[in-house]
Each structure stands twice: as C-alpha cells, then as structure tokens.
C-alpha cells in the first residue's frame, strides 16, 4: 500500500462461506446477531450447524438487540 501510494484497494471477491464449509483454524467467533436470509448468518450457520436455529430462538426470545449496535455472541466449536 505504502509502495503504489494506496490508501485503500477495491477488489471484487467471490468468496463465501456457506453451510458445509469446513473452519481449519478456528475454534470460535464473535459475532452479532444478524438479519434473517444475510450472508453473515450463513457464516453463523456455517459455523454453529443446525444450532444457529437454538441460538436465535433464545437471542429473541430474551429481547436481544439485533444489528450494528445489538448484543453479539461468542461461538464455540464443541
């Protein structure tokens, strides 16, 4: 960056981790609480399996704050 005088670069990616994916280096994440049907609740899903289900039925059924500025989780591979 500092060589080609850049202060940012735009790249497109097609990269995703989705249901299936395979974390190698990995035992836990911190995250928000996302949106229904976003990409970033794919990468819960990825990394929670089946459970992300239990994880968001207990976050709204305890009023927790979705988005941004919401309450986040700390997930744990068992």
Same mark, same amino acid.
């Given at each position: 960056m500092r060589k080609h005088k850049k202060r940012e670069i735009h790249v497109p990616t097609r990269i995703i981790i989705v249901p299936g994916y395979r974390f190698r280096i990995t035992d836990g994440m911190v995250t928000n609480f996302h949106q229904p049907r976003s990409t970033l609740l794919l990468?819960?899903? *990825?990394?929670?399996?089946?459970?992300?289900?239990?994880? #968001?039925?207990? *976050?709204?059924?305890?009023?927790?704050?979705?988005?941004? #500025?919401?309450?986040?989780?700390?997930l744990l591979k068992r």
């Open positions: 990468l819960v899903s *990825a990394f929670t399996g089946e459970d992300w289900k239990k994880i #968001y039925d207990y *976050a709204i059924g305890n009023n927790f704050r979705f988005l941004s #500025y919401g309450d986040s989780s700390l």
